[in-house]
């Protein structure tokens, strides 16, 4: 088939960008498999549970968990799911992050994911019960929604009901509300939201906000309108497919109306609070503002033994690092980064906090390095590593506590399926259990002469008051009472300093030893407590804020306290001058409501109560709770080796017939095992025959810590070039990868590809001398080591730097079109001023060598829609299928210039250029829309260096420049960018500029 002239420079383009990789290096972080491990799984009734060898007793409880939590969120919802969920269990937050089940790294607050299509539930175990008992239900909850809305497998791909559009704040609200209904804490940020004027309506409403006020505005459904309603919508929104006919057609009120409706009920409940409670800085002075530096959390903090440093954890600069300040003087020192290279993934801001040693010369703190955690203890005169303390099997480590005698140190650490108190001496002696059993036992704090070590714990107490010691899984107990609990070194034994169980948690031990601050959330709002030590410890509260206290510590003469603390929508650190108790706090309206706030509705039969649908049905998939248990298998609950079983991840294609052309169709199809270790993509373009018909398939293995990967494909196109003749190239091809990861941040990586192109030429016309047909086989083999620690914003990387090092060979052979060597670099860095300013520099350099080296084409930019060009002398086997196009120099067309040799820098100047914009006509919406000032600069030279003239007569001459300003925005699924550039040669700027409209992120 012939095409016109600029659709074969689209192919052209397309093909640049796909066969050779050649628009763009590659970056980002890796997923690194530490450990080699084996998986297992069993069957419950709606449950297929996939877990690490070991970890048994913990998947055996989610399995219990799961099936309770089942039969109340069905009812509620509706649905019963049509086949097993599967849910995969992760030991720890770290080996969570390395989940190839999705491509994305998850970040360290993410407690669990759900993945719509295969409905998998996915989630790590922290070492607390409670946190695990609270994700897995969230996530449960998710997988009943998605097997309503979309079922599972290609076929229901096509189901029209998967077009209604769920808002986030009833997908993530129905999940918070199953699983916790409501609690302190989404008390504590919904309150805040509310006094401090930042909750959103409910079309508007994205963020972590969607959790805690769309919980709110479920339980707020299901008081008034009853808890059937809540599955009602859904089943709503399948028939009239828009979130607001679906609530008006349930309720009567749309989206609009049920926010102002809600938000009244919640001033009434909130402002009158804001008449006797206080505001952090109403009782104390801020070491941190977290709305001046740009900062969301301030926390941690920990008072030098001298008082007069404080550290703490802050990502005031983007990263999370651990600072040092002067209360005196107000000097802040960055001691510690984070997150930006191996040797300190994190910090564990809200699980860790730092620790001194009684003589103030040294800090502790936790710091994930590698597979594990380990003890980062730094001498504090000149803030450089001293000692680097790390033990096998010890997967987290949290909140370090030096011995009074400064030989051992006590620290809280996740160990299998559990998180106990140990304590190890720093200089060499292995650490020892001081817990040895189930329960959450979390930051530790030692008394002045060392006797005593007090820490947070959920144990319970027996009913003769004794502390239960248990190793194994206990029946009837509740998780999540969180006491103060002191242990006696001596004696060897442990008792309970608070009884309550209401989020007893971070204790201090007052310099003389006589005291200990906590906090508790007793009377609904995580408060700063006291206890007086003695023959009957006394209770006191020392604050009463609007919102939550956080990790007290003492200066060094007890008078004076720092403390965390959540207000205005982040986390502040405050210095609290002579503290003194108070007599009582009033309760919250929650707290004074709390056994009435989720109220069941039981059924007569107990089982589901289903919601009642009308209206039109054609896009409605009924499938309710009781003929889906009838539909499930007997569950298998036999414990069985993990085998992979793939199953569809993308199913799409269309066919066609033409009585000129034959059959024509595409097809793509890529799928995965459950664990996401294998995964296969296939592709087919069909047009007539096998010889027209475009294969490509690849296979990733990503099981191991070296991932490797195989990639195939052929396929045939048909070119009109600029001397008038028409041929066909077919093209035959594969390549393996493999890519070894040294930390989240870097990595080596080869590849070794081989091609063959089969050029025939057509002539068309007789009488004509053609070219002979030519069938060249190259093998391209590349070695690359590349680091990337950048963290992004909305349209592209805001913060860090990126590094690629490549060099390249094609060692020719008898029938090779390319024979050469060479090497490559590419640098970039981005620096964020906050709110969404920043500036990113680039330089790319690299040249090639040998008989028969590559062209490097310079000018365009990358996904340019409306692209032009300065040539279309491109046609050579070389041009197609090996050269490489160097981008972003706007301002120039694509293949303006061209050599062997390049340099290209660019620098924009990033900002906020327009928060959102609805249009009527046509309708849609654009959000978060950015600005951008650049400038590129670059050059190409040939073989014969000496031939280059950087500048003539004060002007540029083979240096080539464009500068100008531009927009980047999501329109619907597409990052579009629309850039007006104008060429610079030193001393004048063009008349017109070129307009780039193109798509994808920014570099």
Known sequence: MLFPCRKVLFILLAILAIAGGLFAESFGRNKVQYRATNWYFFGTRHFTIYFEEDFEDVARLAGDILEEAYSWVSRDLGHGVAEPVPVIIYPSPADFQQTNIITSIPGEGT????????????????????????????????????????????????????????????????????????????DMYLRDAVLNNYVRPLNNLGGFLSYKQGASVIAYIARRYGRRKVGEILGKGQVHISADAALKAAIGKDQKQLYEDWLETKKAEYFPEYGFRKRPKDIAANITDHKEDHSYFNV????????????????????VDLYVVDVITGDRKRIAKGQRSGEAETFHPFRSRPGWSWDGEHLAFSRRHGANDELAIYE????????????????EISSPAFMADDTAIVFSALIGDRTDIYIAGWRGLPPRPITDDIWDDRNPSVS??????????????????????????????????????????AADSLYPLTTDGFGNDHPAFSPDGGRIAYTSERNGIRNIWVAELGDGAIHRPYTDLLSGAF??????????????????????????????????????PFLAGYDT?????????????????????????????????????????????????????????????????????????SFSDILGNHRITVAFDMFDDIENTTIFGHYSYLARRVNFGATAFHFKEYYWDNYDRIFSDRVFGGGVYAAYPFSQFDRIEATAEAMSVKREFLPIRSGTAWPEDISPFDVRLSLSAVRDNSLWGHTGPLAGSRLKLTL????????????????????????????????????????????????YWLGGTSAWLNWRVSTDDIYSVRDIYYSRMLLPLRGHNYFAYSGQTYALANIEFRYPFLQYMKLGMPPIAIGGINGALFADIGAVAGEDLS????????????????????????????????????????????????????LGGEF
């Not at 998998?120 to 019960?129: A, D, Q």
């Not at 989720?598 to 896009?619: F, H, N, S, T």
């Not at 629309?978 to 780039?996: E, I, L, M, N, T």
């Open 551 to 588: 990790n007290p510590s003492w200066d060094s003469d007890g008078r004076r306290m720092v403390f965390s603390a959540f207000f205005n929508g982040g986390f502040d650190i405050y210095h609290l001058e002579n503290p003194s108790p108070m007599d009582s706090l009033v309760p919250t």
């Open 380 to 395: 504090t005169r000149n803030w450089k590593i001293h000692r680097a303390l790390s033990w096998d099997g010890f997967r």
């Open 300 to 319: 941690m903090p920990a008072f030098s033994p001298n008082g007069q440093f404080v550290a703490f954890i802050s990502d005031a600069r983007d990263y």
């Open 111 to 186: 407690g669990g994911f759900t993945e719509a299509f295969k409905t998998r539930v996915v989630l790590p175990f922290n070492g607390s019960y409670e946190d695990f008992r609270h994700v897995i239900i969230h996530e449960m909850a998710h997988g009943v929604v998605f097997d309503k809305l979309l079922g599972r497998g290609p076929i229901n791909l096509l189901a029209a009901n998967r077009i209604f559009e769920m808002p986030l704040w009833y997908a993530e609200g129905v999940s918070e509300w199953a699983s916790i209904c409501w609690d302190f804490e989404s």
């Open 808 to 855: 390249e060979a094609m060692p020719g052979f008898e029938n090779s079109e390319m024979s050469y060597a060479a090497g490559r670099v590419d640098l970039r860095r981005y620096h964020h001023f906050g709110n969404g300013y920043s500036w990113a520099m680039r330089f790319a350099g690299g040249t090639a060598r040998g008989e028969n080296p590559p062209q």
């Open 448 to 489: 002045p002469d060392g006797k005593l070590i007090a820490f947070s714990s959920d144990r319970p107490l027996a009913p003769d008051g004794e502390p239960v010691r248990r190793r194994y899984y206990c029946d009837n107990y509740e998780f999540g009472n969180y006491n103060i609990w002191i242990y006696d070194l």
């Open 597 to 669: 706030l989720c109220p069941r509705e039981p059924d007569e039969e107990g089982a589901p109560v289903l919601p009642r649908y009308d209206g039109d049905l054609r896009r409605f998939r009924f499938l309710d709770g009781e003929q889906a248990d009838k539909d499930l298998p007997p569950p298998d609950t036999t414990l069985s080796p993990y085998r992979p079983k793939f199953s569809f991840d993308l199913v799409s294609g269309a066919v066609g017939y033409d009585t000129y052309y034959g059959f024509m169709g595409q097809t793509y199809i």
């Open 947 to 998: 031939e280059f003239r950087g500048i003539r007569n004060r002007r540029f001459e083979d240096i080539k420049m464009g500068v100008g300003v531009g927009a980047r925005g999501w329109i619907w699924w597409f990052l579009v960018s629309y850039d007006v550039a104008w060429q610079y040669d030193f001393r004048d700027f063009s008349h017109k500029p070129y307009h780039h409209v193109s």
